[in-house]
């Protein structure tokens, strides 16, 4: 998962239009139905037409992301609109999890265990993670000019700890999502569809060269360098995806976000 909702401490919040408010209610609907079907562990109940129409409202870009595509006070607003989304991934990838870790008092082993639960996961719910995976990388990468404008506009002692723990974090999740994206390019002894994989690959790309702004170098160069191996060792039909990401992430124009140590 994306962990960018660290963006949530670093600017002022601006409320959002009616279409956030519709958006929350889905959101809630679809984590009720998530804890049920959790409590009666059963997949099966998220299977429903219900469940298909919302995880629809919660991946519908072209009413979402248009809509706060603009004003600069709606910071906030998008990123309230991308952490809504995020809780709901995050709900389907530890669905069934608590409790039924097995328990063990090395934390290795404990975090391994952890691991293979949500590859499960991924597994189970590809349909949806297909369809909210990439809104949320684009929901986070329309918001970065805003935020690296915000951030250049800031007066000195005006950039806080608070604010540059929450840079760092937004990094790191980054990473993450790129390492992931990676992995999956080049998994082959998972069940994984190359519709899942294609949805993901391909929006990583289309957005690498917003996130490669905010990366310091040398995480930048880790990204290039990660992409462009596994372009050449990696299944054909991911090949343009990873060269674009290999691309974006060697340019190394540095923006106000890529400069906060």
Known sequence: MLSLLAWSGIVSSAPPAEALREYREAASRFSSLVAEAEAGEKVAQLRSPEFKKLVEILSDEQTMLAASAEPENDVEADLELCGITNNAIVSLAIFDIRGNIPKTDDQQESMSNFKVMMSRNLLVFQDELKELQPFLIRCLAKAVSKVDRFLGSLGPGQLTDVRRRGVVKMRTGI????????????????????????????????????????????????????????????????????????RAFRNEECSTICKIE
């Open 175 to 246: 990473l993450m999502t790129y390492s992931s994206g990676l992995a999956i390019a080049n998994d082959t002894g998972t069940a994984l569809r190359v519709d899942y994989r294609t949805a993901f690959l391909s929006v990583l790309a289309e957005t690498a060269e917003a996130y490669a702004s905010m990366m310091p170098l040398p995480e930048r160069k880790k990204i290039a360098e990660a992409a462009g191996s596994a372009a050449l060792s990696g299944d054909e039909q991911y090949q343009a995806y990873l060269i674009s990401i290999a």
